[in-house]
């Protein structure tokens, strides 16, 4: 489901407070903006919002970068399963979860968030990701050569998996409210 229309209305706004008896996953590329769009979807809607990175570093008492350095992908990917599978089993219906980019990628993972959640594929053009992940410096997959070259593969290798999720919103390059308002009218649309 591809959502364009920016306006949501009353109706729909009051089906999505009504009708959340799950959580929100917001998945997609770095950069795409899951945290920034998440935490205002999650202030539309009435509820909470946890960015799963920021919970992994808080479980594994290290940052991100440290963890791919000391430990590698493969150890990160592993914790990133679990902290989302728990985040989504303790969740008390509404509550928006901002995903990292490779997470939608492992099977068990996307399985439980199809199953057991509502997924909104955030997507963006490589120009918007490139100037979006040049802001900060703690993308550990970006640092092994050219960014833009990068996020194009990754992209290109991780789109079959995003295409799973049920609703899908392009995030542009202006103001997140715009990509806000899609998000709530896909979610609207999806109930």
């Keep these: 489901m591809d959502t364009t229309d920016k306006t949501l209305s009353a ?3 009051a089906k999505i407070n009504g009708g959340m008896d799950r959580p929100i996953v917001l998945v997609g590329m770095m950069g795409v903006g899951k945290s920034s769009v998440g935490k ?3 202030g539309a809607i009435g509820c909470d919002f946890v960015d799963a990175d920021e919970e992994i570093e808080r479980s594994a008492q290290m940052t991100i970068p440290e963890i791919f350095e000391n430990f590698g992908e493969d150890y990160f990917r592993d914790g990133e399963r679990r902290v989302i599978a728990r985040l989504i089993e303790e969740a008390d219906g509404a509550i928006v ?5 490779g997470a939608f990628c492992n ?5 439980l968030i199809l199953d057991k959640a509502i997924p909104v594929w955030l997507d963006s053009d490589i120009d918007t990701l490139v100037e979006r992940t040049s802001r900060k410096d703690n993308r550990p997959l970006l640092k092994e050569g050219d ?3 990068i996020l194009t593969r990754l992209r290109s290798e991780r789109e079959p ?6 609703i899908h919103v392009i995030s542009e390059s202006g103001p997140h409210a715009h990509t806000v308002a899609k998000v709530l009218k896909g979610i609207a649309q999806w109930l």
């Excluded at 979860?97 to 980019?101: C, E, K, N, P």
């Design 40 to 42: 205002r979807v999650a």
């Design 97 to 101: 979860i901002a995903t990292g980019g």
């Design 11 to 13: 109706e729909e706004l």
């Design 147 to 149: 960014p833009r070259e």
């Design 161 to 166: 998996f995003y295409s799973r999720a049920p």
């Design 107 to 111: 099977e068990e993972t996307r399985a």
